[in-house]
T-cell receptor
Framework: KAGVTQTPRYLIKTRGQQVTLSCSPI?????VSWYQQTPGQGLQFLFE???????NKGNFPGRFSGRQFSNSRSEMNVSTLELGDSALYLC????????????FGSGTRLTVV | GDSVTQMEGPVTLSEEAFLTINCTYT??????LFWYVQYPGEGLQLLLK?????DKGSNKGFEATYRKETTSFHLEKGSVQVSDSAVYFC?????????FGQGTTLQVKP
């Protein structure tokens, strides 16, 4: 059974640009959540999508957005990149979401220069 | 808001030593509790979980018991191995999002 796939693994962008990250969940999973991991702030929840609808949102500026497609694949977009957006972005999928644990992908390492 | 507090690391142990990593949470209601492990360059792997008071989660020799009265979920292992060296995260979930502790780095020396 394939795991959660995140692409790309590594990304270097320039300040002011925008970026799109992709997450393909485990087959059959309908919930995808995104997290940002930085040395200073640790792991912080960005948002959760379930059946193409955003179900939960963390405390991030509007530059961070996401969406989910009918096949449950999800993308997150960060516009007008700032140096502080450099982080490991992790997604997790689960069948239902809610209080259930997620299975995490290996993450996308974004570096903003 | 909800929060999770873990003991500060790094924790350095000799192989076969006993491990305890403390974790306490603040949350409304009765969250599900988790321990995740992260190896260098990788994502998070679920180590164990507990969904209600007095539940004990266990996996690969690791154990943690959901203590409602002390709002704690301490991770223990009787005999650590070098291969257990990693970062360990305690997390709570009440509303569909995981709230993580800051992580505890464990280094096990041969």
């Amino acid at each position: 059974k394939a795991g959660v796939t995140q692409t790309p693994r590594y990304l270097i962008k320039t300040r002011g640009q925008q970026v799109t990250l992709s997450c393909s969940p485990i087959s059959g999973h309908r919930s995808v959540s995104w997290y940002q991991q930085t040395p200073g702030q640790g792991l912080q929840f960005l948002f959760e999508y379930f059946s193409e609808t955003q179900r939960n949102k963390g405390n991030f500026p509007g530059r961070f957005s996401g969406r989910q497609f009918s096949n449950s694949r999800s993308e997150m977009n960060v516009s007008t990149l700032e140096l502080g957006d450099s982080a490991l972005y992790l997604c997790a999928s689960s069948f239902e979401g809610g209080r259930a644990e997620g299975t995490f992908g290996s993450g996308t390492r974004l570096t903003v220069v | 808001g909800d929060s999770v507090t873990q003991m500060e690391g790094p924790v350095t142990l000799s192989e076969e030593a006993f491990l305890t990593i403390n974790c306490t949470y603040t949350a409304t209601g009765y969250p599900s509790l988790f321990w995740y492990v992260q190896y260098p360059g990788e994502g998070l792997q679920l180590l164990l979980k507990a969904t209600k008071a007095d539940d004990k989660g266990s996996n690969k020799g690791f154990e943690a018991t959901y203590r409602k009265e002390t709002t704690s979920f301490h991770l223990e292992k009787g005999s650590v191995q070098v291969s257990d060296s990693a970062v360990y995260f305690c997390a709570a979930s009440n509303t569909g999002k995981l709230i993580f502790g800051q992580g505890t780095t464990l280094q096990v020396k041969p």
